[in-house]
């Protein structure tokens, strides 16, 4: 949620930060937004007075109580339409309140500096690692096919186009990259594991708040949990454009990681996430980029995304797999979670980041396109071999 504090000191900064997302709606809300806060400012101050003028009453009406035993019918006419007046702003203000606070739920964060301007087209890739392989050979659906690992037939008979069915060593392939990113990010990386419902609250998912505040815990910040999450989502592409295999899928698996961290801390922890999902990539031996995207390309909540894409060199693209991104306190102001730094000190809002670490689809698609062997069996990298319990993908009566 938009800080209003920042709002009235630096309407200016705000308007420059937001029109970066290049949508004008944003203006007219936030037009809206300063004239509620006017009035509510202005409301506040005509109860604030006239509760002072109720109170310096109420210490006359005590001594003419104990002078006449009663208060004179004028003084107690005026005193309920003092009375009247103050419930009525009083409503005024709750309704006034509650508006502002539903109209600020749909601006958006404020993109960071370091974000390029423009839209996707300014996206900006910062790194990279690994070879990629000449695009060419052949796409991970028919390798798939090959393989007897994946049946989308079946599967769209069953839900609908866009739900993948694996079978035999392809449904182990998923639980074994499910296990192996789980250990790598609890063993090595220091996140907590939950298992959370599939089912929230609709205020949980207005303030997309995954866990409880932290009360007086500041000292223990950062804080990093990661969740195997089975994921539904619409796709939207025209038709026929991507929607074989794995690219564009309604349902698909991923794992989850979420941190927690001050503010002044906010930047190092992005980085550190990114690395972790990055790190995912490097044990499969995935060539693979990270992209900042553009100030008109981040997400509604976000002030700074990258993505991770990794190569598939069958379909000759580069497929997004996660991002990872920082909210700054926006998610925090929307679903209270605070912090106290000290014990005794003021709470402050923290900041939340998130990221995919990572999602399966494209990843499985990566995988099966680069290790594809000459003979059509697919090798396993050494770290996720172990979860597969083999070293190789191959056909039923292959080697």
């Not at 208060?71 to 702003?89: F, S, Y």
């Not at 070879?131 to 060419?136: I, S």
């Not at 981040?298 to 598939?312: M, N, P, Q």
Request: hydrophobic share 40%.
């Amino acid at each position: 949620m938009i800080d209003l504090k920042l709002l009235r000191a630096s309407p200016d900064q705000v308007r420059a930060a937001l029109a970066r997302r290049g949508d004008a709606s944003i203006t007219r809300l936030l037009d809206e937004l300063e004239a509620l806060d006017i009035r509510r400012r202005a409301l506040t101050g005509q109860l604030d007075q006239l509760k002072a003028e109720r109170n310096a009453a109420a210490q006359g009406d005590a001594r003419l109580m104990k002078d006449q035993g009663a208060l004179p019918a004028d003084v107690r006419t005026q005193r309920k339409q003092l009375g009247d007046r103050i419930a009525g702003l009083d409503l005024e203000l709750r309704e006034l309140e509650a508006e502002l606070e539903r109209k600020a739920l749909f601006v958006p964060n404020l993109p960071l500096p370091e974000l390029p301007d423009g839209d996707a087209r300014q996206n900006q890739i910062v790194r990279a690692w690994g070879e990629p392989a000449r695009a060419g050979g052949p796409p991970h659906w028919e390798i798939a096919e090959a393989l007897g690992i994946l049946d989308p037939a079946r599967g769209a008979k069953l839900a609908g186009s866009g739900f993948p069915l694996f079978v035999g060593a392809g449904a182990r392939l998923v639980r074994a990259l499910i296990n192996f990113m789980l250990d790598l990010h609890t063993r090595e990386h220091g996140y907590v594991e939950v298992q959370p419902p599939l089912l929230v609250r609709r205020e949980i998912m207005t303030g997309t708040g995954q866990l409880p505040r932290f009360a007086d815990d500041g000292a223990t910040l950062p804080r990093g949990y990661v969740a195997y999450t089975p994921c539904f989502r619409r796709e939207a592409g025209a038709a026929g454009k991507d929607t074989r295999g794995l690219l564009r899928v309604h349902q698909f698996d991923k794992v989850e990681l979420v941190r927690f961290s001050r503010a002044a801390a906010s930047a190092a922890e992005h980085e550190r996430l990114t690395g972790h999902a990055e790190e995912v990539l490097r044990r499969l031996e995935l060539p693979y980029r990270v992209v900042l995207l553009a100030a008109g390309d981040v997400g509604f909540a976000s002030a700074k995304t990258y993505d991770l894409e990794v190569w598939a060199p069958g379909v000759g693209a580069w497929l997004e797999c996660s991002s990872s991104s920082t909210f700054t306190d926006f998610q925090a102001r929307r679903a209270n979670i605070r912090c106290r730094p000290q014990p005794g000190s003021k709470p402050e809002f923290v900041h939340t980041l998130n990221a995919s670490g990572v999602a399966l689809p494209r990843t499985i698609a990566a995988l099966l396109e680069t290790h594809r062997q000459p003979d059509g069996a697919v090798v396993l990298p050494p770290a996720l071999a172990p979860y597969a319990g083999t070293e190789r993908l191959a056909a039923a009566g292959g080697g």
